[in-house]
């Protein structure tokens, strides 16, 4: 392995491990764009808190055992750099036509458009989800749970930053022209918004934060993790170093939810309340219900689920037949790695029922990816559970049937119940707030969203975490507020 690719030159404007310094046309086109990211940061980045110093990890440098270092950062400082991990030597495409061929270090002509097109699609939702959290700061529930936030944001800026690497290095003017549209495009914007469905909704308040870095930064968890097959070695490469970073995004969600639920129950023992759906009651402790968890981790499940696309489709299956784009952990699965005359059972609704169907195995990679995803969520629905039995409560979060409340794939045109009961339309719409969060509760969760800025308090609805940051204690000044 080479010794230089371990350590971040910050010599350059652009901190990288890739020699920018020796690649001038690529250093001076990252310059470039540079003004126009620094513009979208102060646009559409954090609300307020650009001259605070948060204690905020940079990446240093890409070795697992190691790599990042923390220290008092303003934002706009913060150094965005250009991190692949370490090539692997004699690495070969994993899966696909090419299987075993030597990965590509160019970007090969005929699957061009493709690539570009997967790249742009993975650069996009990263300024989105800054853009849709920009208003949390000044309702956060502590500086911890600030400072979060904001190093999420900072990383996601990174991650567009390693999304417009690719495209300025590999892909001439039109690579060039998707990194500029990039800090074009706004989430929620009606002329022209994101790419995807969940990127363009709103996170209103913390509960949303947190759901939403569990459920949709986890979506990015697989979709990086597919991409980090490729046989595009730099995107590989790439996609490797984000997901050491997107693991503490994740992380937030879930400890942020553990920490939410662990609260509600302990106010409900301590006030002697027997029944978790006793909202009125709940309510009134100022910590938020259990039902009401549950509605947002629906709303928020679902607008995932939906980012995996169509559980059949074909440019799936080319993707992954090109090499480009392959399945999750696929070095380690144990077959021809060609899915030739392969099946997959899928979900459809097949006379009014859902039925498992064998597809095509090559066609149906979606929907595998999207069940390794649901898998990988249940993790913390047990974590969140045990905390709710161990108080002593009979409710348990789950996960919604696949068909409840899709817009994309075989179930967009039905209703279901969470429990997969289709219903007609009437019946939906008469019942959809039991199963989704309704205007009353996000006027509720709103009215908990007071910011504490105490060092060391926490909000009422939410616990204080076991562990600080950087093994800071729990009193530490995460974020000093500059007014
Ligand atoms: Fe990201
Ligand atoms: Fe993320």
Redesign the pocket.
């Known amino acids: 392995m080479n010794a230089n690719i371990m350590n971040v030159d910050y010599s350059t404007k652009i901190p990288n491990n890739v020699n920018l310094s020796q690649d001038r046309q690529v250093l001076k086109a990252l310059e470039g764009w540079h003004p126009g990211y620094m513009n979208w940061w102060g646009d559409m980045g954090p609300e307020g808190f650009q001259q605070s110093l948060v204690y905020l990890r940079t990446a240093y440098s890409v070795d697992p055992r190691g790599w990042a270092k923390f220290d008092y950062v303003k934002m706009p400082d913060y150094r965005w750099g250009i991190l692949l991990a370490p090539q692997e030597e004699n690495r070969v495409i994993p899966f696909g036509q090419h299987y075993g061929e030597p990965a590509w270090q160019e970007v090969p002509g005929e699957h061009r458009a493709m690539l570009r097109r997967l790249i742009v699609i993975q650069g996009d939702t990263e300024p989105a ?1 800054v853009e849709q959290q920009r208003h949390l700061g000044k309702t956060a529930p502590s500086l911890y749970d600030l400072r979060n936030l904001f190093q ?1 944001n900072v ?2 800026g990174r ?1 567009l930053w390693a999304m417009v690497y690719l495209l300025q290095k590999y892909f001439g003017r039109d690579g060039r022209e998707e990194a500029d549209d990039l800090l074009r495009r706004r989430s929620g914007d009606a002329d022209s918004p994101r790419m995807l469905g969940a990127f363009n909704e709103a996170t209103p308040d913390w509960l949303s934060f947190f759901m939403f ?1 569990y459920f949709t ?1 986890r979506d ?1 968890k697989m979709q990086l993790h597919s991409l980090a097959q490729s046989g595009f070695d730099p995107l590989s490469r790439t996609c490797r170093f984000m997901l050491t ?2 693991a503490h ?1 994740m992380f937030v969600g879930e400890t942020g939810i553990s920490r939410i639920v662990q609260r509600t129950c302990e106010a409900m023992r301590s006030a002697g309340i027997n029944d978790p759906s006793d909202m009125a009651k709940v309510r009134a402790l100022g910590v938020i219900d259990l039902p009401t968890i549950q509605k947002k981790l629906n709303l928020h499940y679902t607008l995932s689920l939906d980012l995996f696309g169509s559980e059949v489709s074909t440019n799936a299956a080319n993707a992954f037949n090109a090499g480009v784009k392959g399945r999750y952990h696929e070095t380690q699965i144990k077959d021809d790695h060609r899915l030739q005359d392969d099946t997959y059972p899928v979900l459809k609704l097949v006379n009014g029922q859902i039925k498992r169907v064998d597809e095509p195995a090559l066609t149906a990679l979606n929907m595998r990816l999207r069940d390794d995803y649901t898998q990988d969520c249940i993790k913390g629905l047990l974590r969140w559970n045990k905390i709710i039995s161990l108080a002593g409560y009979d409710f348990k979060l789950t996960l919604p049937n696949v068909a409840f409340h899709r817009q994309i794939g075989e179930f967009k045109d039905i209703h279901a119940t969470p429990d997969g009961v289709l219903i007609d339309d009437a019946t939906w719409n008469k019942r959809k707030s039991e199963w989704l969060p309704s205007a009353g509760d996000g006027d509720f969760v709103a009215s908990l969203m007071t910011p504490v800025t105490e060092i060391g308090s926490y909000a009422s609805w939410i616990s204080p975490p076991k562990v600080g940051i950087d093994n800071k204690p729990g009193d530490f000044e995460y974020v000093k507020i500059e007014t």
């Open positions: 989800s999420v990383e996601e991650h870095t930064d990015g970073e997107e995004h």
